[in-house]
C-alpha cells in the first residue's frame, strides 16, 4: 500500500496561489485575512482533508491554541452552564478547551495546572478548589499563564475575576421570605469554607438582622451541596423544638432536595413551609418544582470571563479586571406567595 504524502501548508498555498503565511492566517481566522479569502482557503483544506499540526505551530509561536477550563463539580447545572458560554466564547476565538473536573482536590487542581503549563496552553478559566491559597497558584504566576478567576476569588490573587454578587444574591431571598411574613427561616447548604458560601450566608444574616430580628445560629445548616444531602439533613432541621416555616437554599440543588424531601413528608412546599433557592437552573422552573429563586447570569459570567483571558492575552501587563453581575429575585410557586387561598 502506498502512503500518501502529507500535505503541508505549502502543498495547499500552492494549489490556491496565496502565500502560506495567507493559508496559515487563515486557518486560525485571522481578521487579517480578508472573509472570502478566508472561506476559500478553509473549503480547500476540507476537500484534500488537510490537518493542521498544532504542536508544530505552537514550537514556532509558542501558542497552543488551547485554553483549561476548571471548576470543582461538572456535574452542577450551575457550572455546566457557565462552562457552555465560556466555551462557545472561545470556540468562536479559535480556542479549544481542556475541560478538568477537580472535584474540589487541590491536588488534581494541581495536577491540571501543571499539565497545561507542560503543554504550553493559551489560558486557564480556573474556578478554585476550596483551600486553594497562592502557594497553589504560584506555578501560574512563575510561568506567567493568563488565568481569570470564575466565580470563587482569591484573597490577595491579583487576578482577573468574574462573578456574581453572592451577598446580594442571599440577602433578596431573605428579604423575599421576611416580607410574606416570615420570622423563623432556615439558612441550609453550603461549604462552610467556600467563598462564595460565606458570602451567600452573609446575606442571609444581612436581612435578618435589618429587619430587626434576633439571628438565630441554630437556624443555619451546613451540608454538602447536593439536592441529596439536603434532602437527609430536612427531616432533623423540621424537628427542631420551633421548626423553621421557612427555608432558603444556598442554591437550587439545595432548594430541590428539600422540596423533595418536604413532597416525602407529606408536607407541601410554599403552603405547609415555604422555600427559596438560589441560581435559577433550568430545573428551578419545572412544572413539578415551581422554586422561587434568585436569578444568577451564569452565561454572561462565562462569556465574561471568556473576554476577559482574550484581552489578557492581547495585553498581559493590563491592570486586573473585575466584573461582578446584579441578581434577580424570581418569584414562584414554592414561597407561597401564589398559592390561592
Do not use: W
Request: proline residues 4%.
Amino acid at each position: 500500500m502506498v502512503q500518501k504524502k502529507h500535505l503541508t501548508l505549502k502543498d495547499i498555498a500552492k494549489q490556491l496561489g496565496v502565500s502560506t503565511a495567507t493559508v496559515s492566517l487563515s486557518i486560525n481566522n485571522s481578521p487579517l485575512v480578508a472573509e472570502k479569502t478566508r472561506l476559500l482557503v478553509q473549503q480547500k483544506i476540507k476537500e484534500v482533508g488537510y490537518v493542521y499540526n498544532r504542536r508544530a505551530a505552537s514550537l514556532i509561536t509558542g501558542k497552543s491554541g488551547m485554553v483549561g477550563l476548571a471548576v470543582h463539580d461538572f456535574t452542577n447545572p450551575y457550572f455546566t452552564e457557565v462552562c457552555a458560554s465560556a466555551e462557545k466564547t472561545l470556540s468562536e476565538k479559535g480556542r479549544m478547551s481542556l475541560l478538568c473536573n477537580s472535584y474540589e482536590n487541590i491536588e488534581q487542581q494541581e495536577r491540571f495546572i501543571n499539565a497545561l503549563i507542560e503543554h504550553n496552553s493559551d489560558g486557564l478559566l480556573l474556578c478554585p478548589v476550596v483551600g486553594t491559597g497562592m502557594d497553589a497558584l504560584q506555578p501560574l504566576l512563575t510561568r506567567g499563564l493568563p488565568t481569570v478567576l470564575v466565580t470563587r476569588d482569591i484573597d490577595g490573587s491579583n487576578m482577573d475575576f468574574v462573578g456574581n454578587d453572592e451577598r446580594y444574591s442571599l440577602h433578596l431571598a431573605t428579604r423575599h421570605l421576611l416580607s410574606l411574613g416570615h420570622k423563623r427561616i432556615a439558612f441550609v447548604g453550603g461549604h462552610i469554607d467556600a467563598k462564595a458560601a460565606k458570602e451567600r450566608r452573609l446575606g442571609y444574616v444581612d436581612a435578618i438582622k435589618l429587619h430587626g430580628l434576633p439571628l438565630d445560629e441554630s437556624l443555619m445548616f451546613d451540608c454538602e451541596n447536593k439536592s441529596e444531602a439536603a434532602e437527609a439533613l430536612l427531616p432533623s432541621v423540621l424537628a427542631m423544638d420551633s421548626p423553621p416555616t421557612a427555608i432558603v437554599g444556598f442554591s437550587d440543588l439545595i432548594a430541590l432536595g428539600v422540596l423533595s424531601a418536604l413532597i416525602q413528608m407529606g408536607l407541601e412546599p410554599g403552603k405547609d413551609i415555604a422555600v427559596v433557592g438560589c441560581d435559577n437552573i433550568a430545573e428551578s422552573n419545572r412544572h413539578y418544582t415551581q422554586l422561587t429563586t434568585i436569578n444568577v447570569q451564569k452565561s454572561l459570567i462565562g462569556q465574561m470571563a471568556a473576554t476577559f483571558l482574550f484581552q489578557r492575552l492581547a495585553d498581559p501587563y493590563m491592570p486586573p479586571q473585575r466584573k461582578i453581575f446584579d441578581s434577580e429575585l424570581i418569584i414562584r410557586r414554592s414561597c407561597g406567595a401564589y398559592l390561592k387561598s
